[in-house]
């Protein structure tokens, strides 16, 4: 169930602690107990881990596409062969209900196979050239050291979507993954290496983002940064790369609204809402976070809704029939907590969930209720912040252009979805909605490997998944080839005696 082998970091292809000798504990959120010791990296140990992954660049590179993927193919693979272990560690190292992270996991390994099948297709073009004889083209290079910093919510495929990609096209990589999910992380290190991966194209150092994050992003030998995670961690990482003019790729909050019309199939909205909302506990960042209804059929919503949400089972993950686990940590329940108070109070009610739980089971754990919201408006706290916990907030409006309104009146915009089946009002919300993902009929979560992923305005910028990530990881040269090997009319000509 648990890892066997000790948690170590992967720098040069060896398993090793930290250099200063520190560690950490991961906690199981079902049980606020410790399960794993972790190595806490520092400064030296990422210096030793670029200066790793700058070392196996040039080979790592030469290698063709084809044999990289081949690689990255062995590894989603394997994977897939051991699925059941690793959900099984992501449950215990982030709570995730055991059916949800088999999804997870089993997502990892499409991303790794769907990135492992772009390798053989890593097209670019050639440019019918101005001039005669001559043969204009463009090459893609690899960027060439990576930074991958990932948040714990999805932490095997959000690790996978960077770790995939980039590898594939010829970068190397250094890889920190957040401290709350540093375990399930090192499994998909495990699995590069059993692939076979040459040690330094894939270094993992675990430890905490201002001392391991800090130190990764301010090291100059990086080349590029994918950053998941909180808009406000993303746009310090964004001020330090701008002078550097390094690449970058930010996937960052959300405050996601789903709207249900008033012809909407109400019970099939208010069963996709629910898993929009209280899946990963609400720690999604495309979680459904404001429910958006048409008045006409707002409290027949609200009720079958409500009543749905206090059915839903909540426990240990590793229980088959449990739909929602805990949050990730103490002091995420209180966070959550503190919001559900801040809704109180500014005039929001409370129509299921509402707290914690105090049995046995459930106590010592970091559960909250999943909690739903009515009479909210979109200027409280409870719609303006990402709350990121089982806590939603139904609003009404008188038509579909408001809703869209009230959608579009946050700072973010990553995820949307509507529920209707009147073609206007979906393409109403298509032409309308500012965010990166619009979901018809559908919750706002379950993303595609083939199709883009990512946000706008403060919910980040550049898409990961789909053909996307080859023009991120990939630089593009533009090659000239001259093969009349003769003078063109704009030389100066011979020098003058
Ligand atoms: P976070 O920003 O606190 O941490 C994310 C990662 O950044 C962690 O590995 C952390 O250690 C590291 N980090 C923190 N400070 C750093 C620094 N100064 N320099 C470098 N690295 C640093 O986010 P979190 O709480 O782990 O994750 C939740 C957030 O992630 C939510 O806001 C959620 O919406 C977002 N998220 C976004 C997406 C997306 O694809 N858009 C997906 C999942 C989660």
Redesign the pocket.
Known sequence: MESKIPMKMYIDGQWVGSSSGREFAAIDPATGEEFERVPKGNEEDVKAAVDAAIAAQRSWRNIPASQRGDYVLRAGLLVREQLEAIARIDVKNVGKPIREARREVGAAATAAIYFSGMARRMYSNVVDSEQPEKFTMVVRRPVGVVGV??????PAS?GMWGLAPALMTGNTVVF?????SAVISAELVRVFEKAGLPKGVLNMVTG???E???A??KNGGINMTV????????R??AEVNAPLFRRQVM????KNALIVAKDAELEVAARAALYAAFSSAG????AASRIIVEEQVADKFSRLFAEQASKLVVGSGLREDVDVGPVISRSQQENALDYIKAGESEGAVVLAGGGTYEDEERRKGFFVKPTVFGSARNDMKIARD?I?APVTAIMTVSDIDEAIEVANDTRYG?SSAIYTKDIKNVFKAIDGIDAGMTFVNQGTVGPEVGAP???AKD??FGR?LGEEALEHFTEKKTVFIDYSYGDRPWYFGLPRG
């Open positions: 910093i990932t948040p714990w919510n999805d959000l920190k993954p957040s401290s709350n905490g983002g201002g391991v994050g800090e990764l992003i950053f998941t995670g909180e808009s406000a961690t993303g310090h990482i996937e960052l909050g959300g720690q999604k960042c495309t990402e990121f990553l992923f990512g946000g919910s980040g990961e």
